[in-house]
């Protein structure tokens, strides 16, 4: 079950992200569906060595 059932049942409220500096030639989306930038608000970024950690709170939908 991807991550955007969740989010569309409701039961998605925070998510915790690490981004790795690696350079990929093609990959998936890691979102799909409904979830939109502006349902996230950004609460937290934490840098450990070269990982940045960022956290987001989902909003409700509209």
Not at 5 to 22: K, Q, S, T, W
Not at 24 to 47: A, I
Request: aromatic share 8%.
């Amino acid at each position: 079950m991807h991550a955007t059932a969740f989010v569309d049942a409701g039961l998605l409220d925070e998510m915790f992200i690490g981004v790795v500096p690696v350079m990929l030639v093609s990959g998936k989306p890691l979102f799909t569906g409904h979830l939109t930038s502006s349902r996230l608000s950004l609460s937290n970024v934490e840098q450990i060595g070269q990982v940045a950690y960022l956290t987001y709170h989902v909003l409700p939908a509209d």
